[in-house]
């Protein structure tokens, strides 16, 4: 999983070999970016730099558990930044086969969706559909982290 795909359009972003897309954040582990066809007054994506396909590849482990926390709370310090007047802000990802891009990524939306049918690309259709990040967190949570509660 770690490494760059050289096919991957979100590697060479993470990687920062393409120009058209400008970070917004930057870390070891994580980058952030506008999305280029937006579905709400402000998207963004928050990509892992390691290269892992979907969320069907991360597990019940601290590691994934960690960056999948870390992806999202650089999505909320963003979101907050640049549309701190949002009533309401949806965070999650796409669900195989319904992902567009195979690399792991969040989607950041600040509410109301432009246009507004853009809102169906953003359902929870059960296995197939977004599932938003705090709930896919609980299902990733580790064992250890859950009995600590």
Not at 13 to 18: C, D, Q, R, V, Y
Not at 47 to 66: C, E, G, M, N
């Amino acid at each position: 999983m770690a490494g760059a795909t050289p096919s991957c359009v979100f590697c060479a972003i993470a990687a920062k070999s393409t120009s058209s897309n400008t970070l917004l954040y930057s870390d070891d582990k994580v980058v952030a970016f506008q999305d280029i066809n937006p579905s709400a007054f402000r998207h963004y994506l928050v990509v892992p730099v390691a290269h892992i396909p979907t969320v069907k590849y991360l597990q019940r482990k601290t590691d994934d558990y960690s960056l999948v926390s870390h992806m999202l709370e650089v999505g909320k310090t963003l979101l907050n930044r640049d549309a701190p007047q949002s009533q309401q802000y949806r965070f999650g990802f796409h669900q195989p086969p319904l992902n567009s891009v195979n690399h792991l990524h969040l989607h950041c939306l600040a509410l109301p969706y432009t246009p507004r049918w853009r809102s169906i690309k953003y359902l929870s259709l059960g296995p197939l559909g977004f599932i938003e990040a705090e709930k896919f967190l609980e299902k990733i949570k580790p064992l250890s982290v859950q009995s600590k509660v």
